[in-house]
Each structure stands twice: as structure tokens, then as C-alpha cells.
């Protein structure tokens, strides 16, 4: 990319449902995973739900092409009255890193949260994901949790 391009968040599409496959492959690949083409249908109809529960997605685009994705849910949590809101999947494309793709993916969470009056986001990644991590120590804090799952 170059610095010439511009780039802008906007609402996922059922348009972009071809590129979204191909952002979402790519970022499973990074942390060594993949799931059945079931699982993409699902959550791509999730992604377009109408349901307050089901995710929600913003794509980030370079000169007409998206180039990174943004996936959050809002949940109650037991600790606060408002909802809390967790982002969970994160990817912007090796080529477009750099670009100010990650930061306003987050902050476009970050505006979605304070327009849904959940001011806490919090979200996971792999310890070995240092370029990430670069930015989310730049625009949040880590905290001392360590995750556990079921065995």
C-alpha cells in the first residue's frame, strides 16, 4: 500500500462475504487454526444478525478494498450493570500492517462501545503475537488475567 492510499472502517456487508472468507482464513491461519465450512456460514450470518446477542463486524478498507476485519459482541457480565463488549477476532492483512488499519478497527470498537454506554472492551491474544501487541500496548492495557480452558 501506499502512502497514498486512503483508507476508512465501515459496516460489514453480505457483499463482502467472498473477502471476509478470505481476511478470516488468513487471520486462523496465523494462530494455527481452521474450522468447517459450517462455522464460516454460521458466523458470517451472525456477523448480519439482527439479534442484540450476535456479533458484530466493520471491515477496514484501503483504496476500495477491504484489507482487515473487526469482530465484537457486547455480554453482561456479573461485576457491572452495563454490558461489557469483547473483541474477539482482529486481522489486518500482512501487506496493509502499518497502514493505521489495527488502530482504527479498535477504535472503531472503542465507538461502538461508547455509543452502546459499555465502556469496558476487552480482548485476547497469543503471547507470541509481538507485532499486535506493539499496538495494544499503545491503546490498551494489559491486564494480569491468565486464561484457562476446559481440558
Known sequence: MTASSTGRVRALTRADRDVWAALWTEYLAFYQSTVPAA???????????EDPR????????LDGTPVGLVHYL???????????CYLQD???????RGTGAGRALI???YAAADTAQSPSVYWLTQDFNATARQLYDRIGSLTPFIKYARA
Open 74 to 84: 457486547f455480554h453482561r457480565h456479573a461485576w457491572k450493570i452495563e454490558e461489557v
Open 107 to 109: 477504535e472503531a470498537v
Open 90 to 96: 482482529l486481522y489486518v492483512s500482512p501487506d496493509a
Open 54 to 61: 450476535d456479533f458484530n463486524a466493520l471491515v477496514y478498507e
Open 39 to 49: 462455522v464460516y456460514d454460521t458466523t458470517f450470518e451472525r456477523l448480519l444478525g
